[in-house]
């Protein structure tokens, strides 16, 4: 070793050591004895666990602070995952905030989001916006992803894996920093933060706010968001710490619709005939202006979800001590819905549809015509055709974590504690543009039901048609409740070199929801449904010497179903529970091996996890000839799939100069069973049968009597070894880093998505009443290889240090499909919904440290 180094050792769960080493050659420094992080242990993560290394039994990635600064750029926060085994993220259709993660296959809804162990998921269809968290990455002390059944102490855990961003308390050392960011497309960010440190009286706070805003990738994608965070903690003796914890990011974006993709021939059409030589993949179906040049959108947002927490750490005695966690989160902001006097007036709103471009409303160079709107219901005798409302969807969610520890001997921990949380959602629809005409009549508002069970149009509904101004209400006026009731318990065992757990908890989950749109006062409030839930799981890690160590964990869940697309059959517009409704049920086995060395530390594992009755439902337009008739849905029980492989992932230094980090995850996820489903319509009746009337010669939907199935209109699903898809089952990652000099880091990041399928989508020649339906497994979408740049220079601006980040994503500007939905011959050809990834982007940003 050369003289006047300074050596480092890390390990996830401890404090870093480093010692100064001043003499050549061979050193003995003895045993290291490395420092339990107090802090990321208890103080910050309330009652979820961070995995540690070599004693945690799970498969587990943590992402360093240094890490998401140096790489992230002007990409999504959740595509800074992309180096981690199993994880695949893309933008979708391309809007500040509009991006999505799948883990090991499984959706955003199956993977917990938390934040300093307080859940995120949305608590009606169990989904994350990941607009609603831009800034998190300015104040991350770390990012772990547990993949699979994972460690955390929560009620309801989730089924593909767990990411838990832990924020900056009061180990935050005293300074603060200014930083401005440029990038592509008029990308601009500005940041400050501060913090005291800790002081002697015991308190510390640290402040941040920054500002982001431009023109957006995609054509027609502006954007600004805002995001402030604010820790105060007060430190009262050895006992007792009180931390106040609140953060948000107001933001509005304009957007390009998730159903605006297009075909590939689509796409291949628009680059011919509408972008000029640019980028055809940055269109935007539903990008115009109005009569008089102003700019109309119909795909907007605006979303503002501030979260306060007040945590509470006592420690009891030497061996116990009490974690609490009381939060609250406020959501308020809408997103723009295109309202129509009739089906097609109302299609007409969206820029495609599977995959065609809506060229209704379409100008010569491809812009939405919005004029042509104004055009329509100017010349209406019957007030707007056509109108724009703002779906609001607001929510106060309340919660209670709280979790206590006990040391029974010198080998076994005790965890135990409560999950509590109360969530109500207030869905609204109220129109704000009335598009050139004077009024608008709306036909759908129900109301009058039938007691016995809840349906508007069994009753023989009384339809108002009102004639409605902006600021009226339209299409829907519902609250949604959650209320969830959890206790969990844990138990570890650790001595020498073996560490053990078993953990288990039990939850109440309750539904239920009040109209005030389709139902009068009476009839307004829906039955309460219950669903009992419960886990099990257990593992073991053995360190077999210092350098190897092998886990295993297995674990069985029954988890409620979401309350949108299975509690209910149509939660927008019925109070009609899902009768098929049960509780989905997952098992899950892994076993691992670590390796760890002064040079390398790998990590590889396998895992199978089963997934048995999962309420899906799937929505299918009506049509007589080329007019829409009615959106039905079938809503499936007893859906199973089966999602196994296997991952590696490792981090090696070579060289002193040299940093390399990679992962290769290969999975096999299929659907394993043939499902059942029964047909509901949009309004949530039991549909009989649907055909033309011999009157009218018209098709018409025919209801069924009752909610009791037998005379239900049903179809039997073969998805049986047919592929899981829209996510990429092979990914790999290959990063380098190198350190030219002390100050200058220059890094190459090489990553790969492969044995990506469409996702699975039914379409109206699907529809078989009382028939069977086979499917074959979905197209497979070209692999992609993607290459990008960053690198770093550290220097003096004066008295302060400053850093300068840049970094290039797709350097090779690569063409590639992110995103698709299956189509009718399973090939490039009938696929549809495409959207392609983002070509070469860059970023530069300076920060200055104080």
Known sequence: ???????????????????????????????????????????????????????????????????????????????????????????????????????????????????????????????????????????????????????????????GGSINI?????????????????????????????????????????????????????????????????????????????????????????????????????????????????????????????????????????????????????????????????????????????????????????????????????????????????????????????????????????????????????????????????????HTNEIVDLYGGKYYVDSSSRKGVSATNNSAAAAGSSFVNQKLKVGDVVYRDYDGFVMSEGAFGQVEYNKDKLSAFVAGSLSNTSYWRRDRFYYDADHEKSETVNFIGWTAKGGLNYNLTENHNVFANVGYISRAPFFSGGAFLQATTSNITNPDAVNEKIFSLELGYGFRSEFLTANINAYHTEWKDKTMSKGIDVKDGDTFVDRLSLNMSGVNATHEGIELDFVAKPLTWLNIKGMFSIGDWRWTSNAKGYFYDSTGQPVKSYGKNADTGKVEVVHASGLQTADHASMKINLKDVRVGGSAQTTAFLGTDFRVSKDIRLGVDYSFQGRNYADWAFSSSDILLNGEKSYASPWRIPSAHLFDLNGSYRFRLGSVNATLVGNINNVFNQEYISDAIDGASHDDRTAYGIFYGFGRTYSVNLKLNF
């Open 166 to 426: 832990v924020t900056n308390t009061i180990e935050a050392k005293k300074g603060g920093s200014v930083s401005y960011g440029i990038g592509n497309d008029g990308y601009n960010k500005m940041l400050f933060t501060v913090s005291s440190g800790l002081s002697k009286s015991g308190w510390a706070f640290t402040l941040l706010g920054g500002k982001t805003w431009g023109d957006g990738y995609i054509q027609g994608t502006e954007f600004e968001g805002y995001n402030w965070f604010v820790n105060i903690t007060k430190r009262f003796n050895e006992n007792h710490q009180l931390s106040l914890t609140a953060f948000g990011a107001p933001q509005w974006h304009n957007q390009r619709n998730n159903n605006d993709g297009l075909t590939i021939a689509g796409w291949q059409s628009v680059a011919k005939n509408y972008m000029n030589g640019d980028d055809p993949y940055k269109y935007n179906p539903s990008y115009g202006f109005g009569p008089n040049g102003e700019r109309k959108k119909s795909a907007y947002n605006v979303y503002n979800k501030p979260q306060i927490s007040l945590n509470h750490l006592w420690q009891i005695n030497s061996k116990s001590s009490l974690s609490t966690a009381l939060y609250t989160s406020i959501g308020r902001g809408y997103g723009y819905s295109g309202q129509g006097l009739t089906s097609t007036d109302r299609n007409n709103w969206y820029g495609s549809s599977y995959g065609t471009l809506n060229t209704t409303f379409r100008n010569s160079d491809g812009t939405f015509a919005y004029d042509q709107i104004y055009d329509l219901n100017e010349a209406s005798s019957n007030g707007s055709l056509m109108v724009m409302s703002k779906s609001k969807n607001f929510h106060n969610w309340y919660g209670l974590l709280s979790t206590y520890t006990n040391k029974l001997t010198d080998n076994i921990d005790f965890y135990g504690g409560v999950d509590l949380r109360y969530y109500k959602g207030v």
């Open 1 to 159: 070793m050369a003289p006047n180094s300074t050596l480092a050792v890390k390990f996830l769960g401890y404090k870093e050591f480093k010692k100064k080493v001043t003499q050549r050659g061979q050193v003995n420094l003895g045993v290291i004895n490395l420092e339990v992080d107090a802090v990321a242990l208890a103080d910050v993560t309330i009652t979820s666990s961070i995995a540690v290394a070599r004693k945690t039994p799970v498969a587990v990635s943590t992402i360093e602070p240094v890490f998401i600064q140096e790489r992230l750029g002007t990409q999504e926060f959740p595509e800074i995952l992309k180096s981690t085994p199993g994880v695949y993220a893309t933008k979708q259709g391309g809007g500040y905030g509009d991006s999505k993660i799948n883990m090991r296959g499984f959706k955003s809804e199956n993977i917990a989001m938390m934040i300093n162990g307080v859940p995120m998921n949305d608590m009606e269809w169990g989904g994350v916006y990941w607009s609603n968290w831009a800034g998190l990455s300015d104040v991350t002390r770390s990012m772990q992803t547990q993949r699979g059944l994972g460690a955390s102490k929560v009620a309801a855990p989730s089924v």
